[in-house]
T-cell receptor
Framework: DSGVTQTPKHLITATGQRVTLRCSPR?????VYWYQQSLDQGLQFLIQ???????AKGNILERFSAQQFPDLHSELNLSSLELGDSALYFC?????????????FGPGTRLLVL | QQQVKQSPQSLIVQKGGIPIINCAYE??????FPWYQQFPGKGPALLIA?????SEKKEGRFTISFNKSAKQFSLHIMDSQPGDSATYFC???????????FGTGTKLQVIP
C-alpha cells in the first residue's frame, strides 16, 4: 500500500459527460501528479500540483482540469468525455528528497466511457 | 513523437536469469531516468533511478547502466525470480516535471 488513495476505483459513464476523480496524497506529501495510462498511448504525465499551485503541465487536454485543495487532496475533472478518454488514471504524490524525488502511485481509477 | 524508445516489448526468462530492458532517448536535456515496476491492477512503483553523472547504479538485484554518449540506459535484474514478473517502464525527466516521457513498457515473465 503506497499510502495514496484514489476514488472511485471504477467509473463507467457516457460520452459527453463530466466526471471528477479524487486523490488523497500520502501524509506530508506536498506534490500531487496525475497520469493517464491507456493501451495505445502508454503512461502519460498530465499535470503536477505543489502545495496548491500548478507546477508543471504535461499532455493534458483542455477538456481536463485539476486542482489541489488546502488540505492537499486533488481532483481531476474530465469533461465532454470521449470514447478515447477511457483509461486508467493514476495519482501520485511525493516530497522532494535531496537529488531524488520519489513518487508514490495510488491504485488508480479505471474510467470507461461508453 | 515518442522521445523514449523501450525494448523489448515482452521478455520471458527462466528463474535465475538476467533480463535486460533497454531504453534510448533523444533529448539531451533529460536529467533524471527512473525505472518503474507495475503489477497487474496496481499503480507503478519507483524501482531505481539514475542521473547522468554516473554510469551505473545498483540497488539490491536491480542495476541501471547508463551510457550518456549513446543516450541509452538499461535495467538489469540479477537472479530474477517469478515474483519479478511485472511490467517495467523507463522514463526520462527534464527540469523536474517540465518534460516527462515514459517508455511503452516491457512485460517480463520469469518462469520457475
Amino acid at each position: 500500500d503506497s499510502g495514496v488513495t484514489q476514488t472511485p476505483k471504477h467509473l463507467i459513464t457516457a460520452t459527453g459527460q463530466r466526471v471528477t476523480l479524487r486523490c488523497s496524497p500520502r501524509s506530508g506529501d506536498l506534490s500531487v501528479y496525475w497520469y493517464q495510462q491507456s493501451l495505445d498511448q502508454g503512461l502519460q504525465f498530465l499535470i503536477q500540483y505543489y502545495n496548491g499551485e500548478e507546477r508543471a503541465k504535461g499532455n493534458i487536454l483542455e477538456r481536463f482540469s485539476a486542482q489541489q485543495f488546502p488540505d492537499l487532496h486533488s481532483e481531476l475533472n474530465l469533461s465532454s468525455l470521449e470514447l478515447g478518454d477511457s483509461a486508467l488514471y493514476f495519482c501520485a504524490s511525493s516530497v522532494p528528497s535531496g537529488r531524488k524525488e520519489t513518487q508514490y502511485f495510488g491504485p488508480g481509477t479505471r474510467l470507461l466511457v461508453l | 513523437q515518442q522521445q523514449v524508445k523501450q525494448s523489448p516489448q515482452s521478455l520471458i526468462v527462466q528463474k535465475g536469469g538476467i533480463p535486460i530492458i533497454n531504453c534510448a532517448y533523444e533529448n539531451t536535456a533529460f536529467d533524471y531516468f527512473p525505472w518503474y515496476q507495475q503489477f497487474p491492477g496496481k499503480g507503478p512503483a519507483l524501482l531505481i533511478a539514475i542521473r547522468p553523472d554516473v554510469s551505473e547504479k545498483k540497488e539490491g538485484r536491480f542495476t541501471i547502466s547508463f551510457n550518456k554518449s549513446a543516450k541509452q540506459f538499461s535495467l538489469h535484474i540479477m537472479d530474477s525470480q517469478p515474483g519479478d514478473s511485472a511490467t517495467y517502464f523507463c522514463a526520462a525527466f527534464s527540469g523536474g516535471y517540465q518534460k516527462v516521457t515514459f517508455g511503452t513498457g516491457t512485460k517480463l515473465q520469469v518462469i520457475p
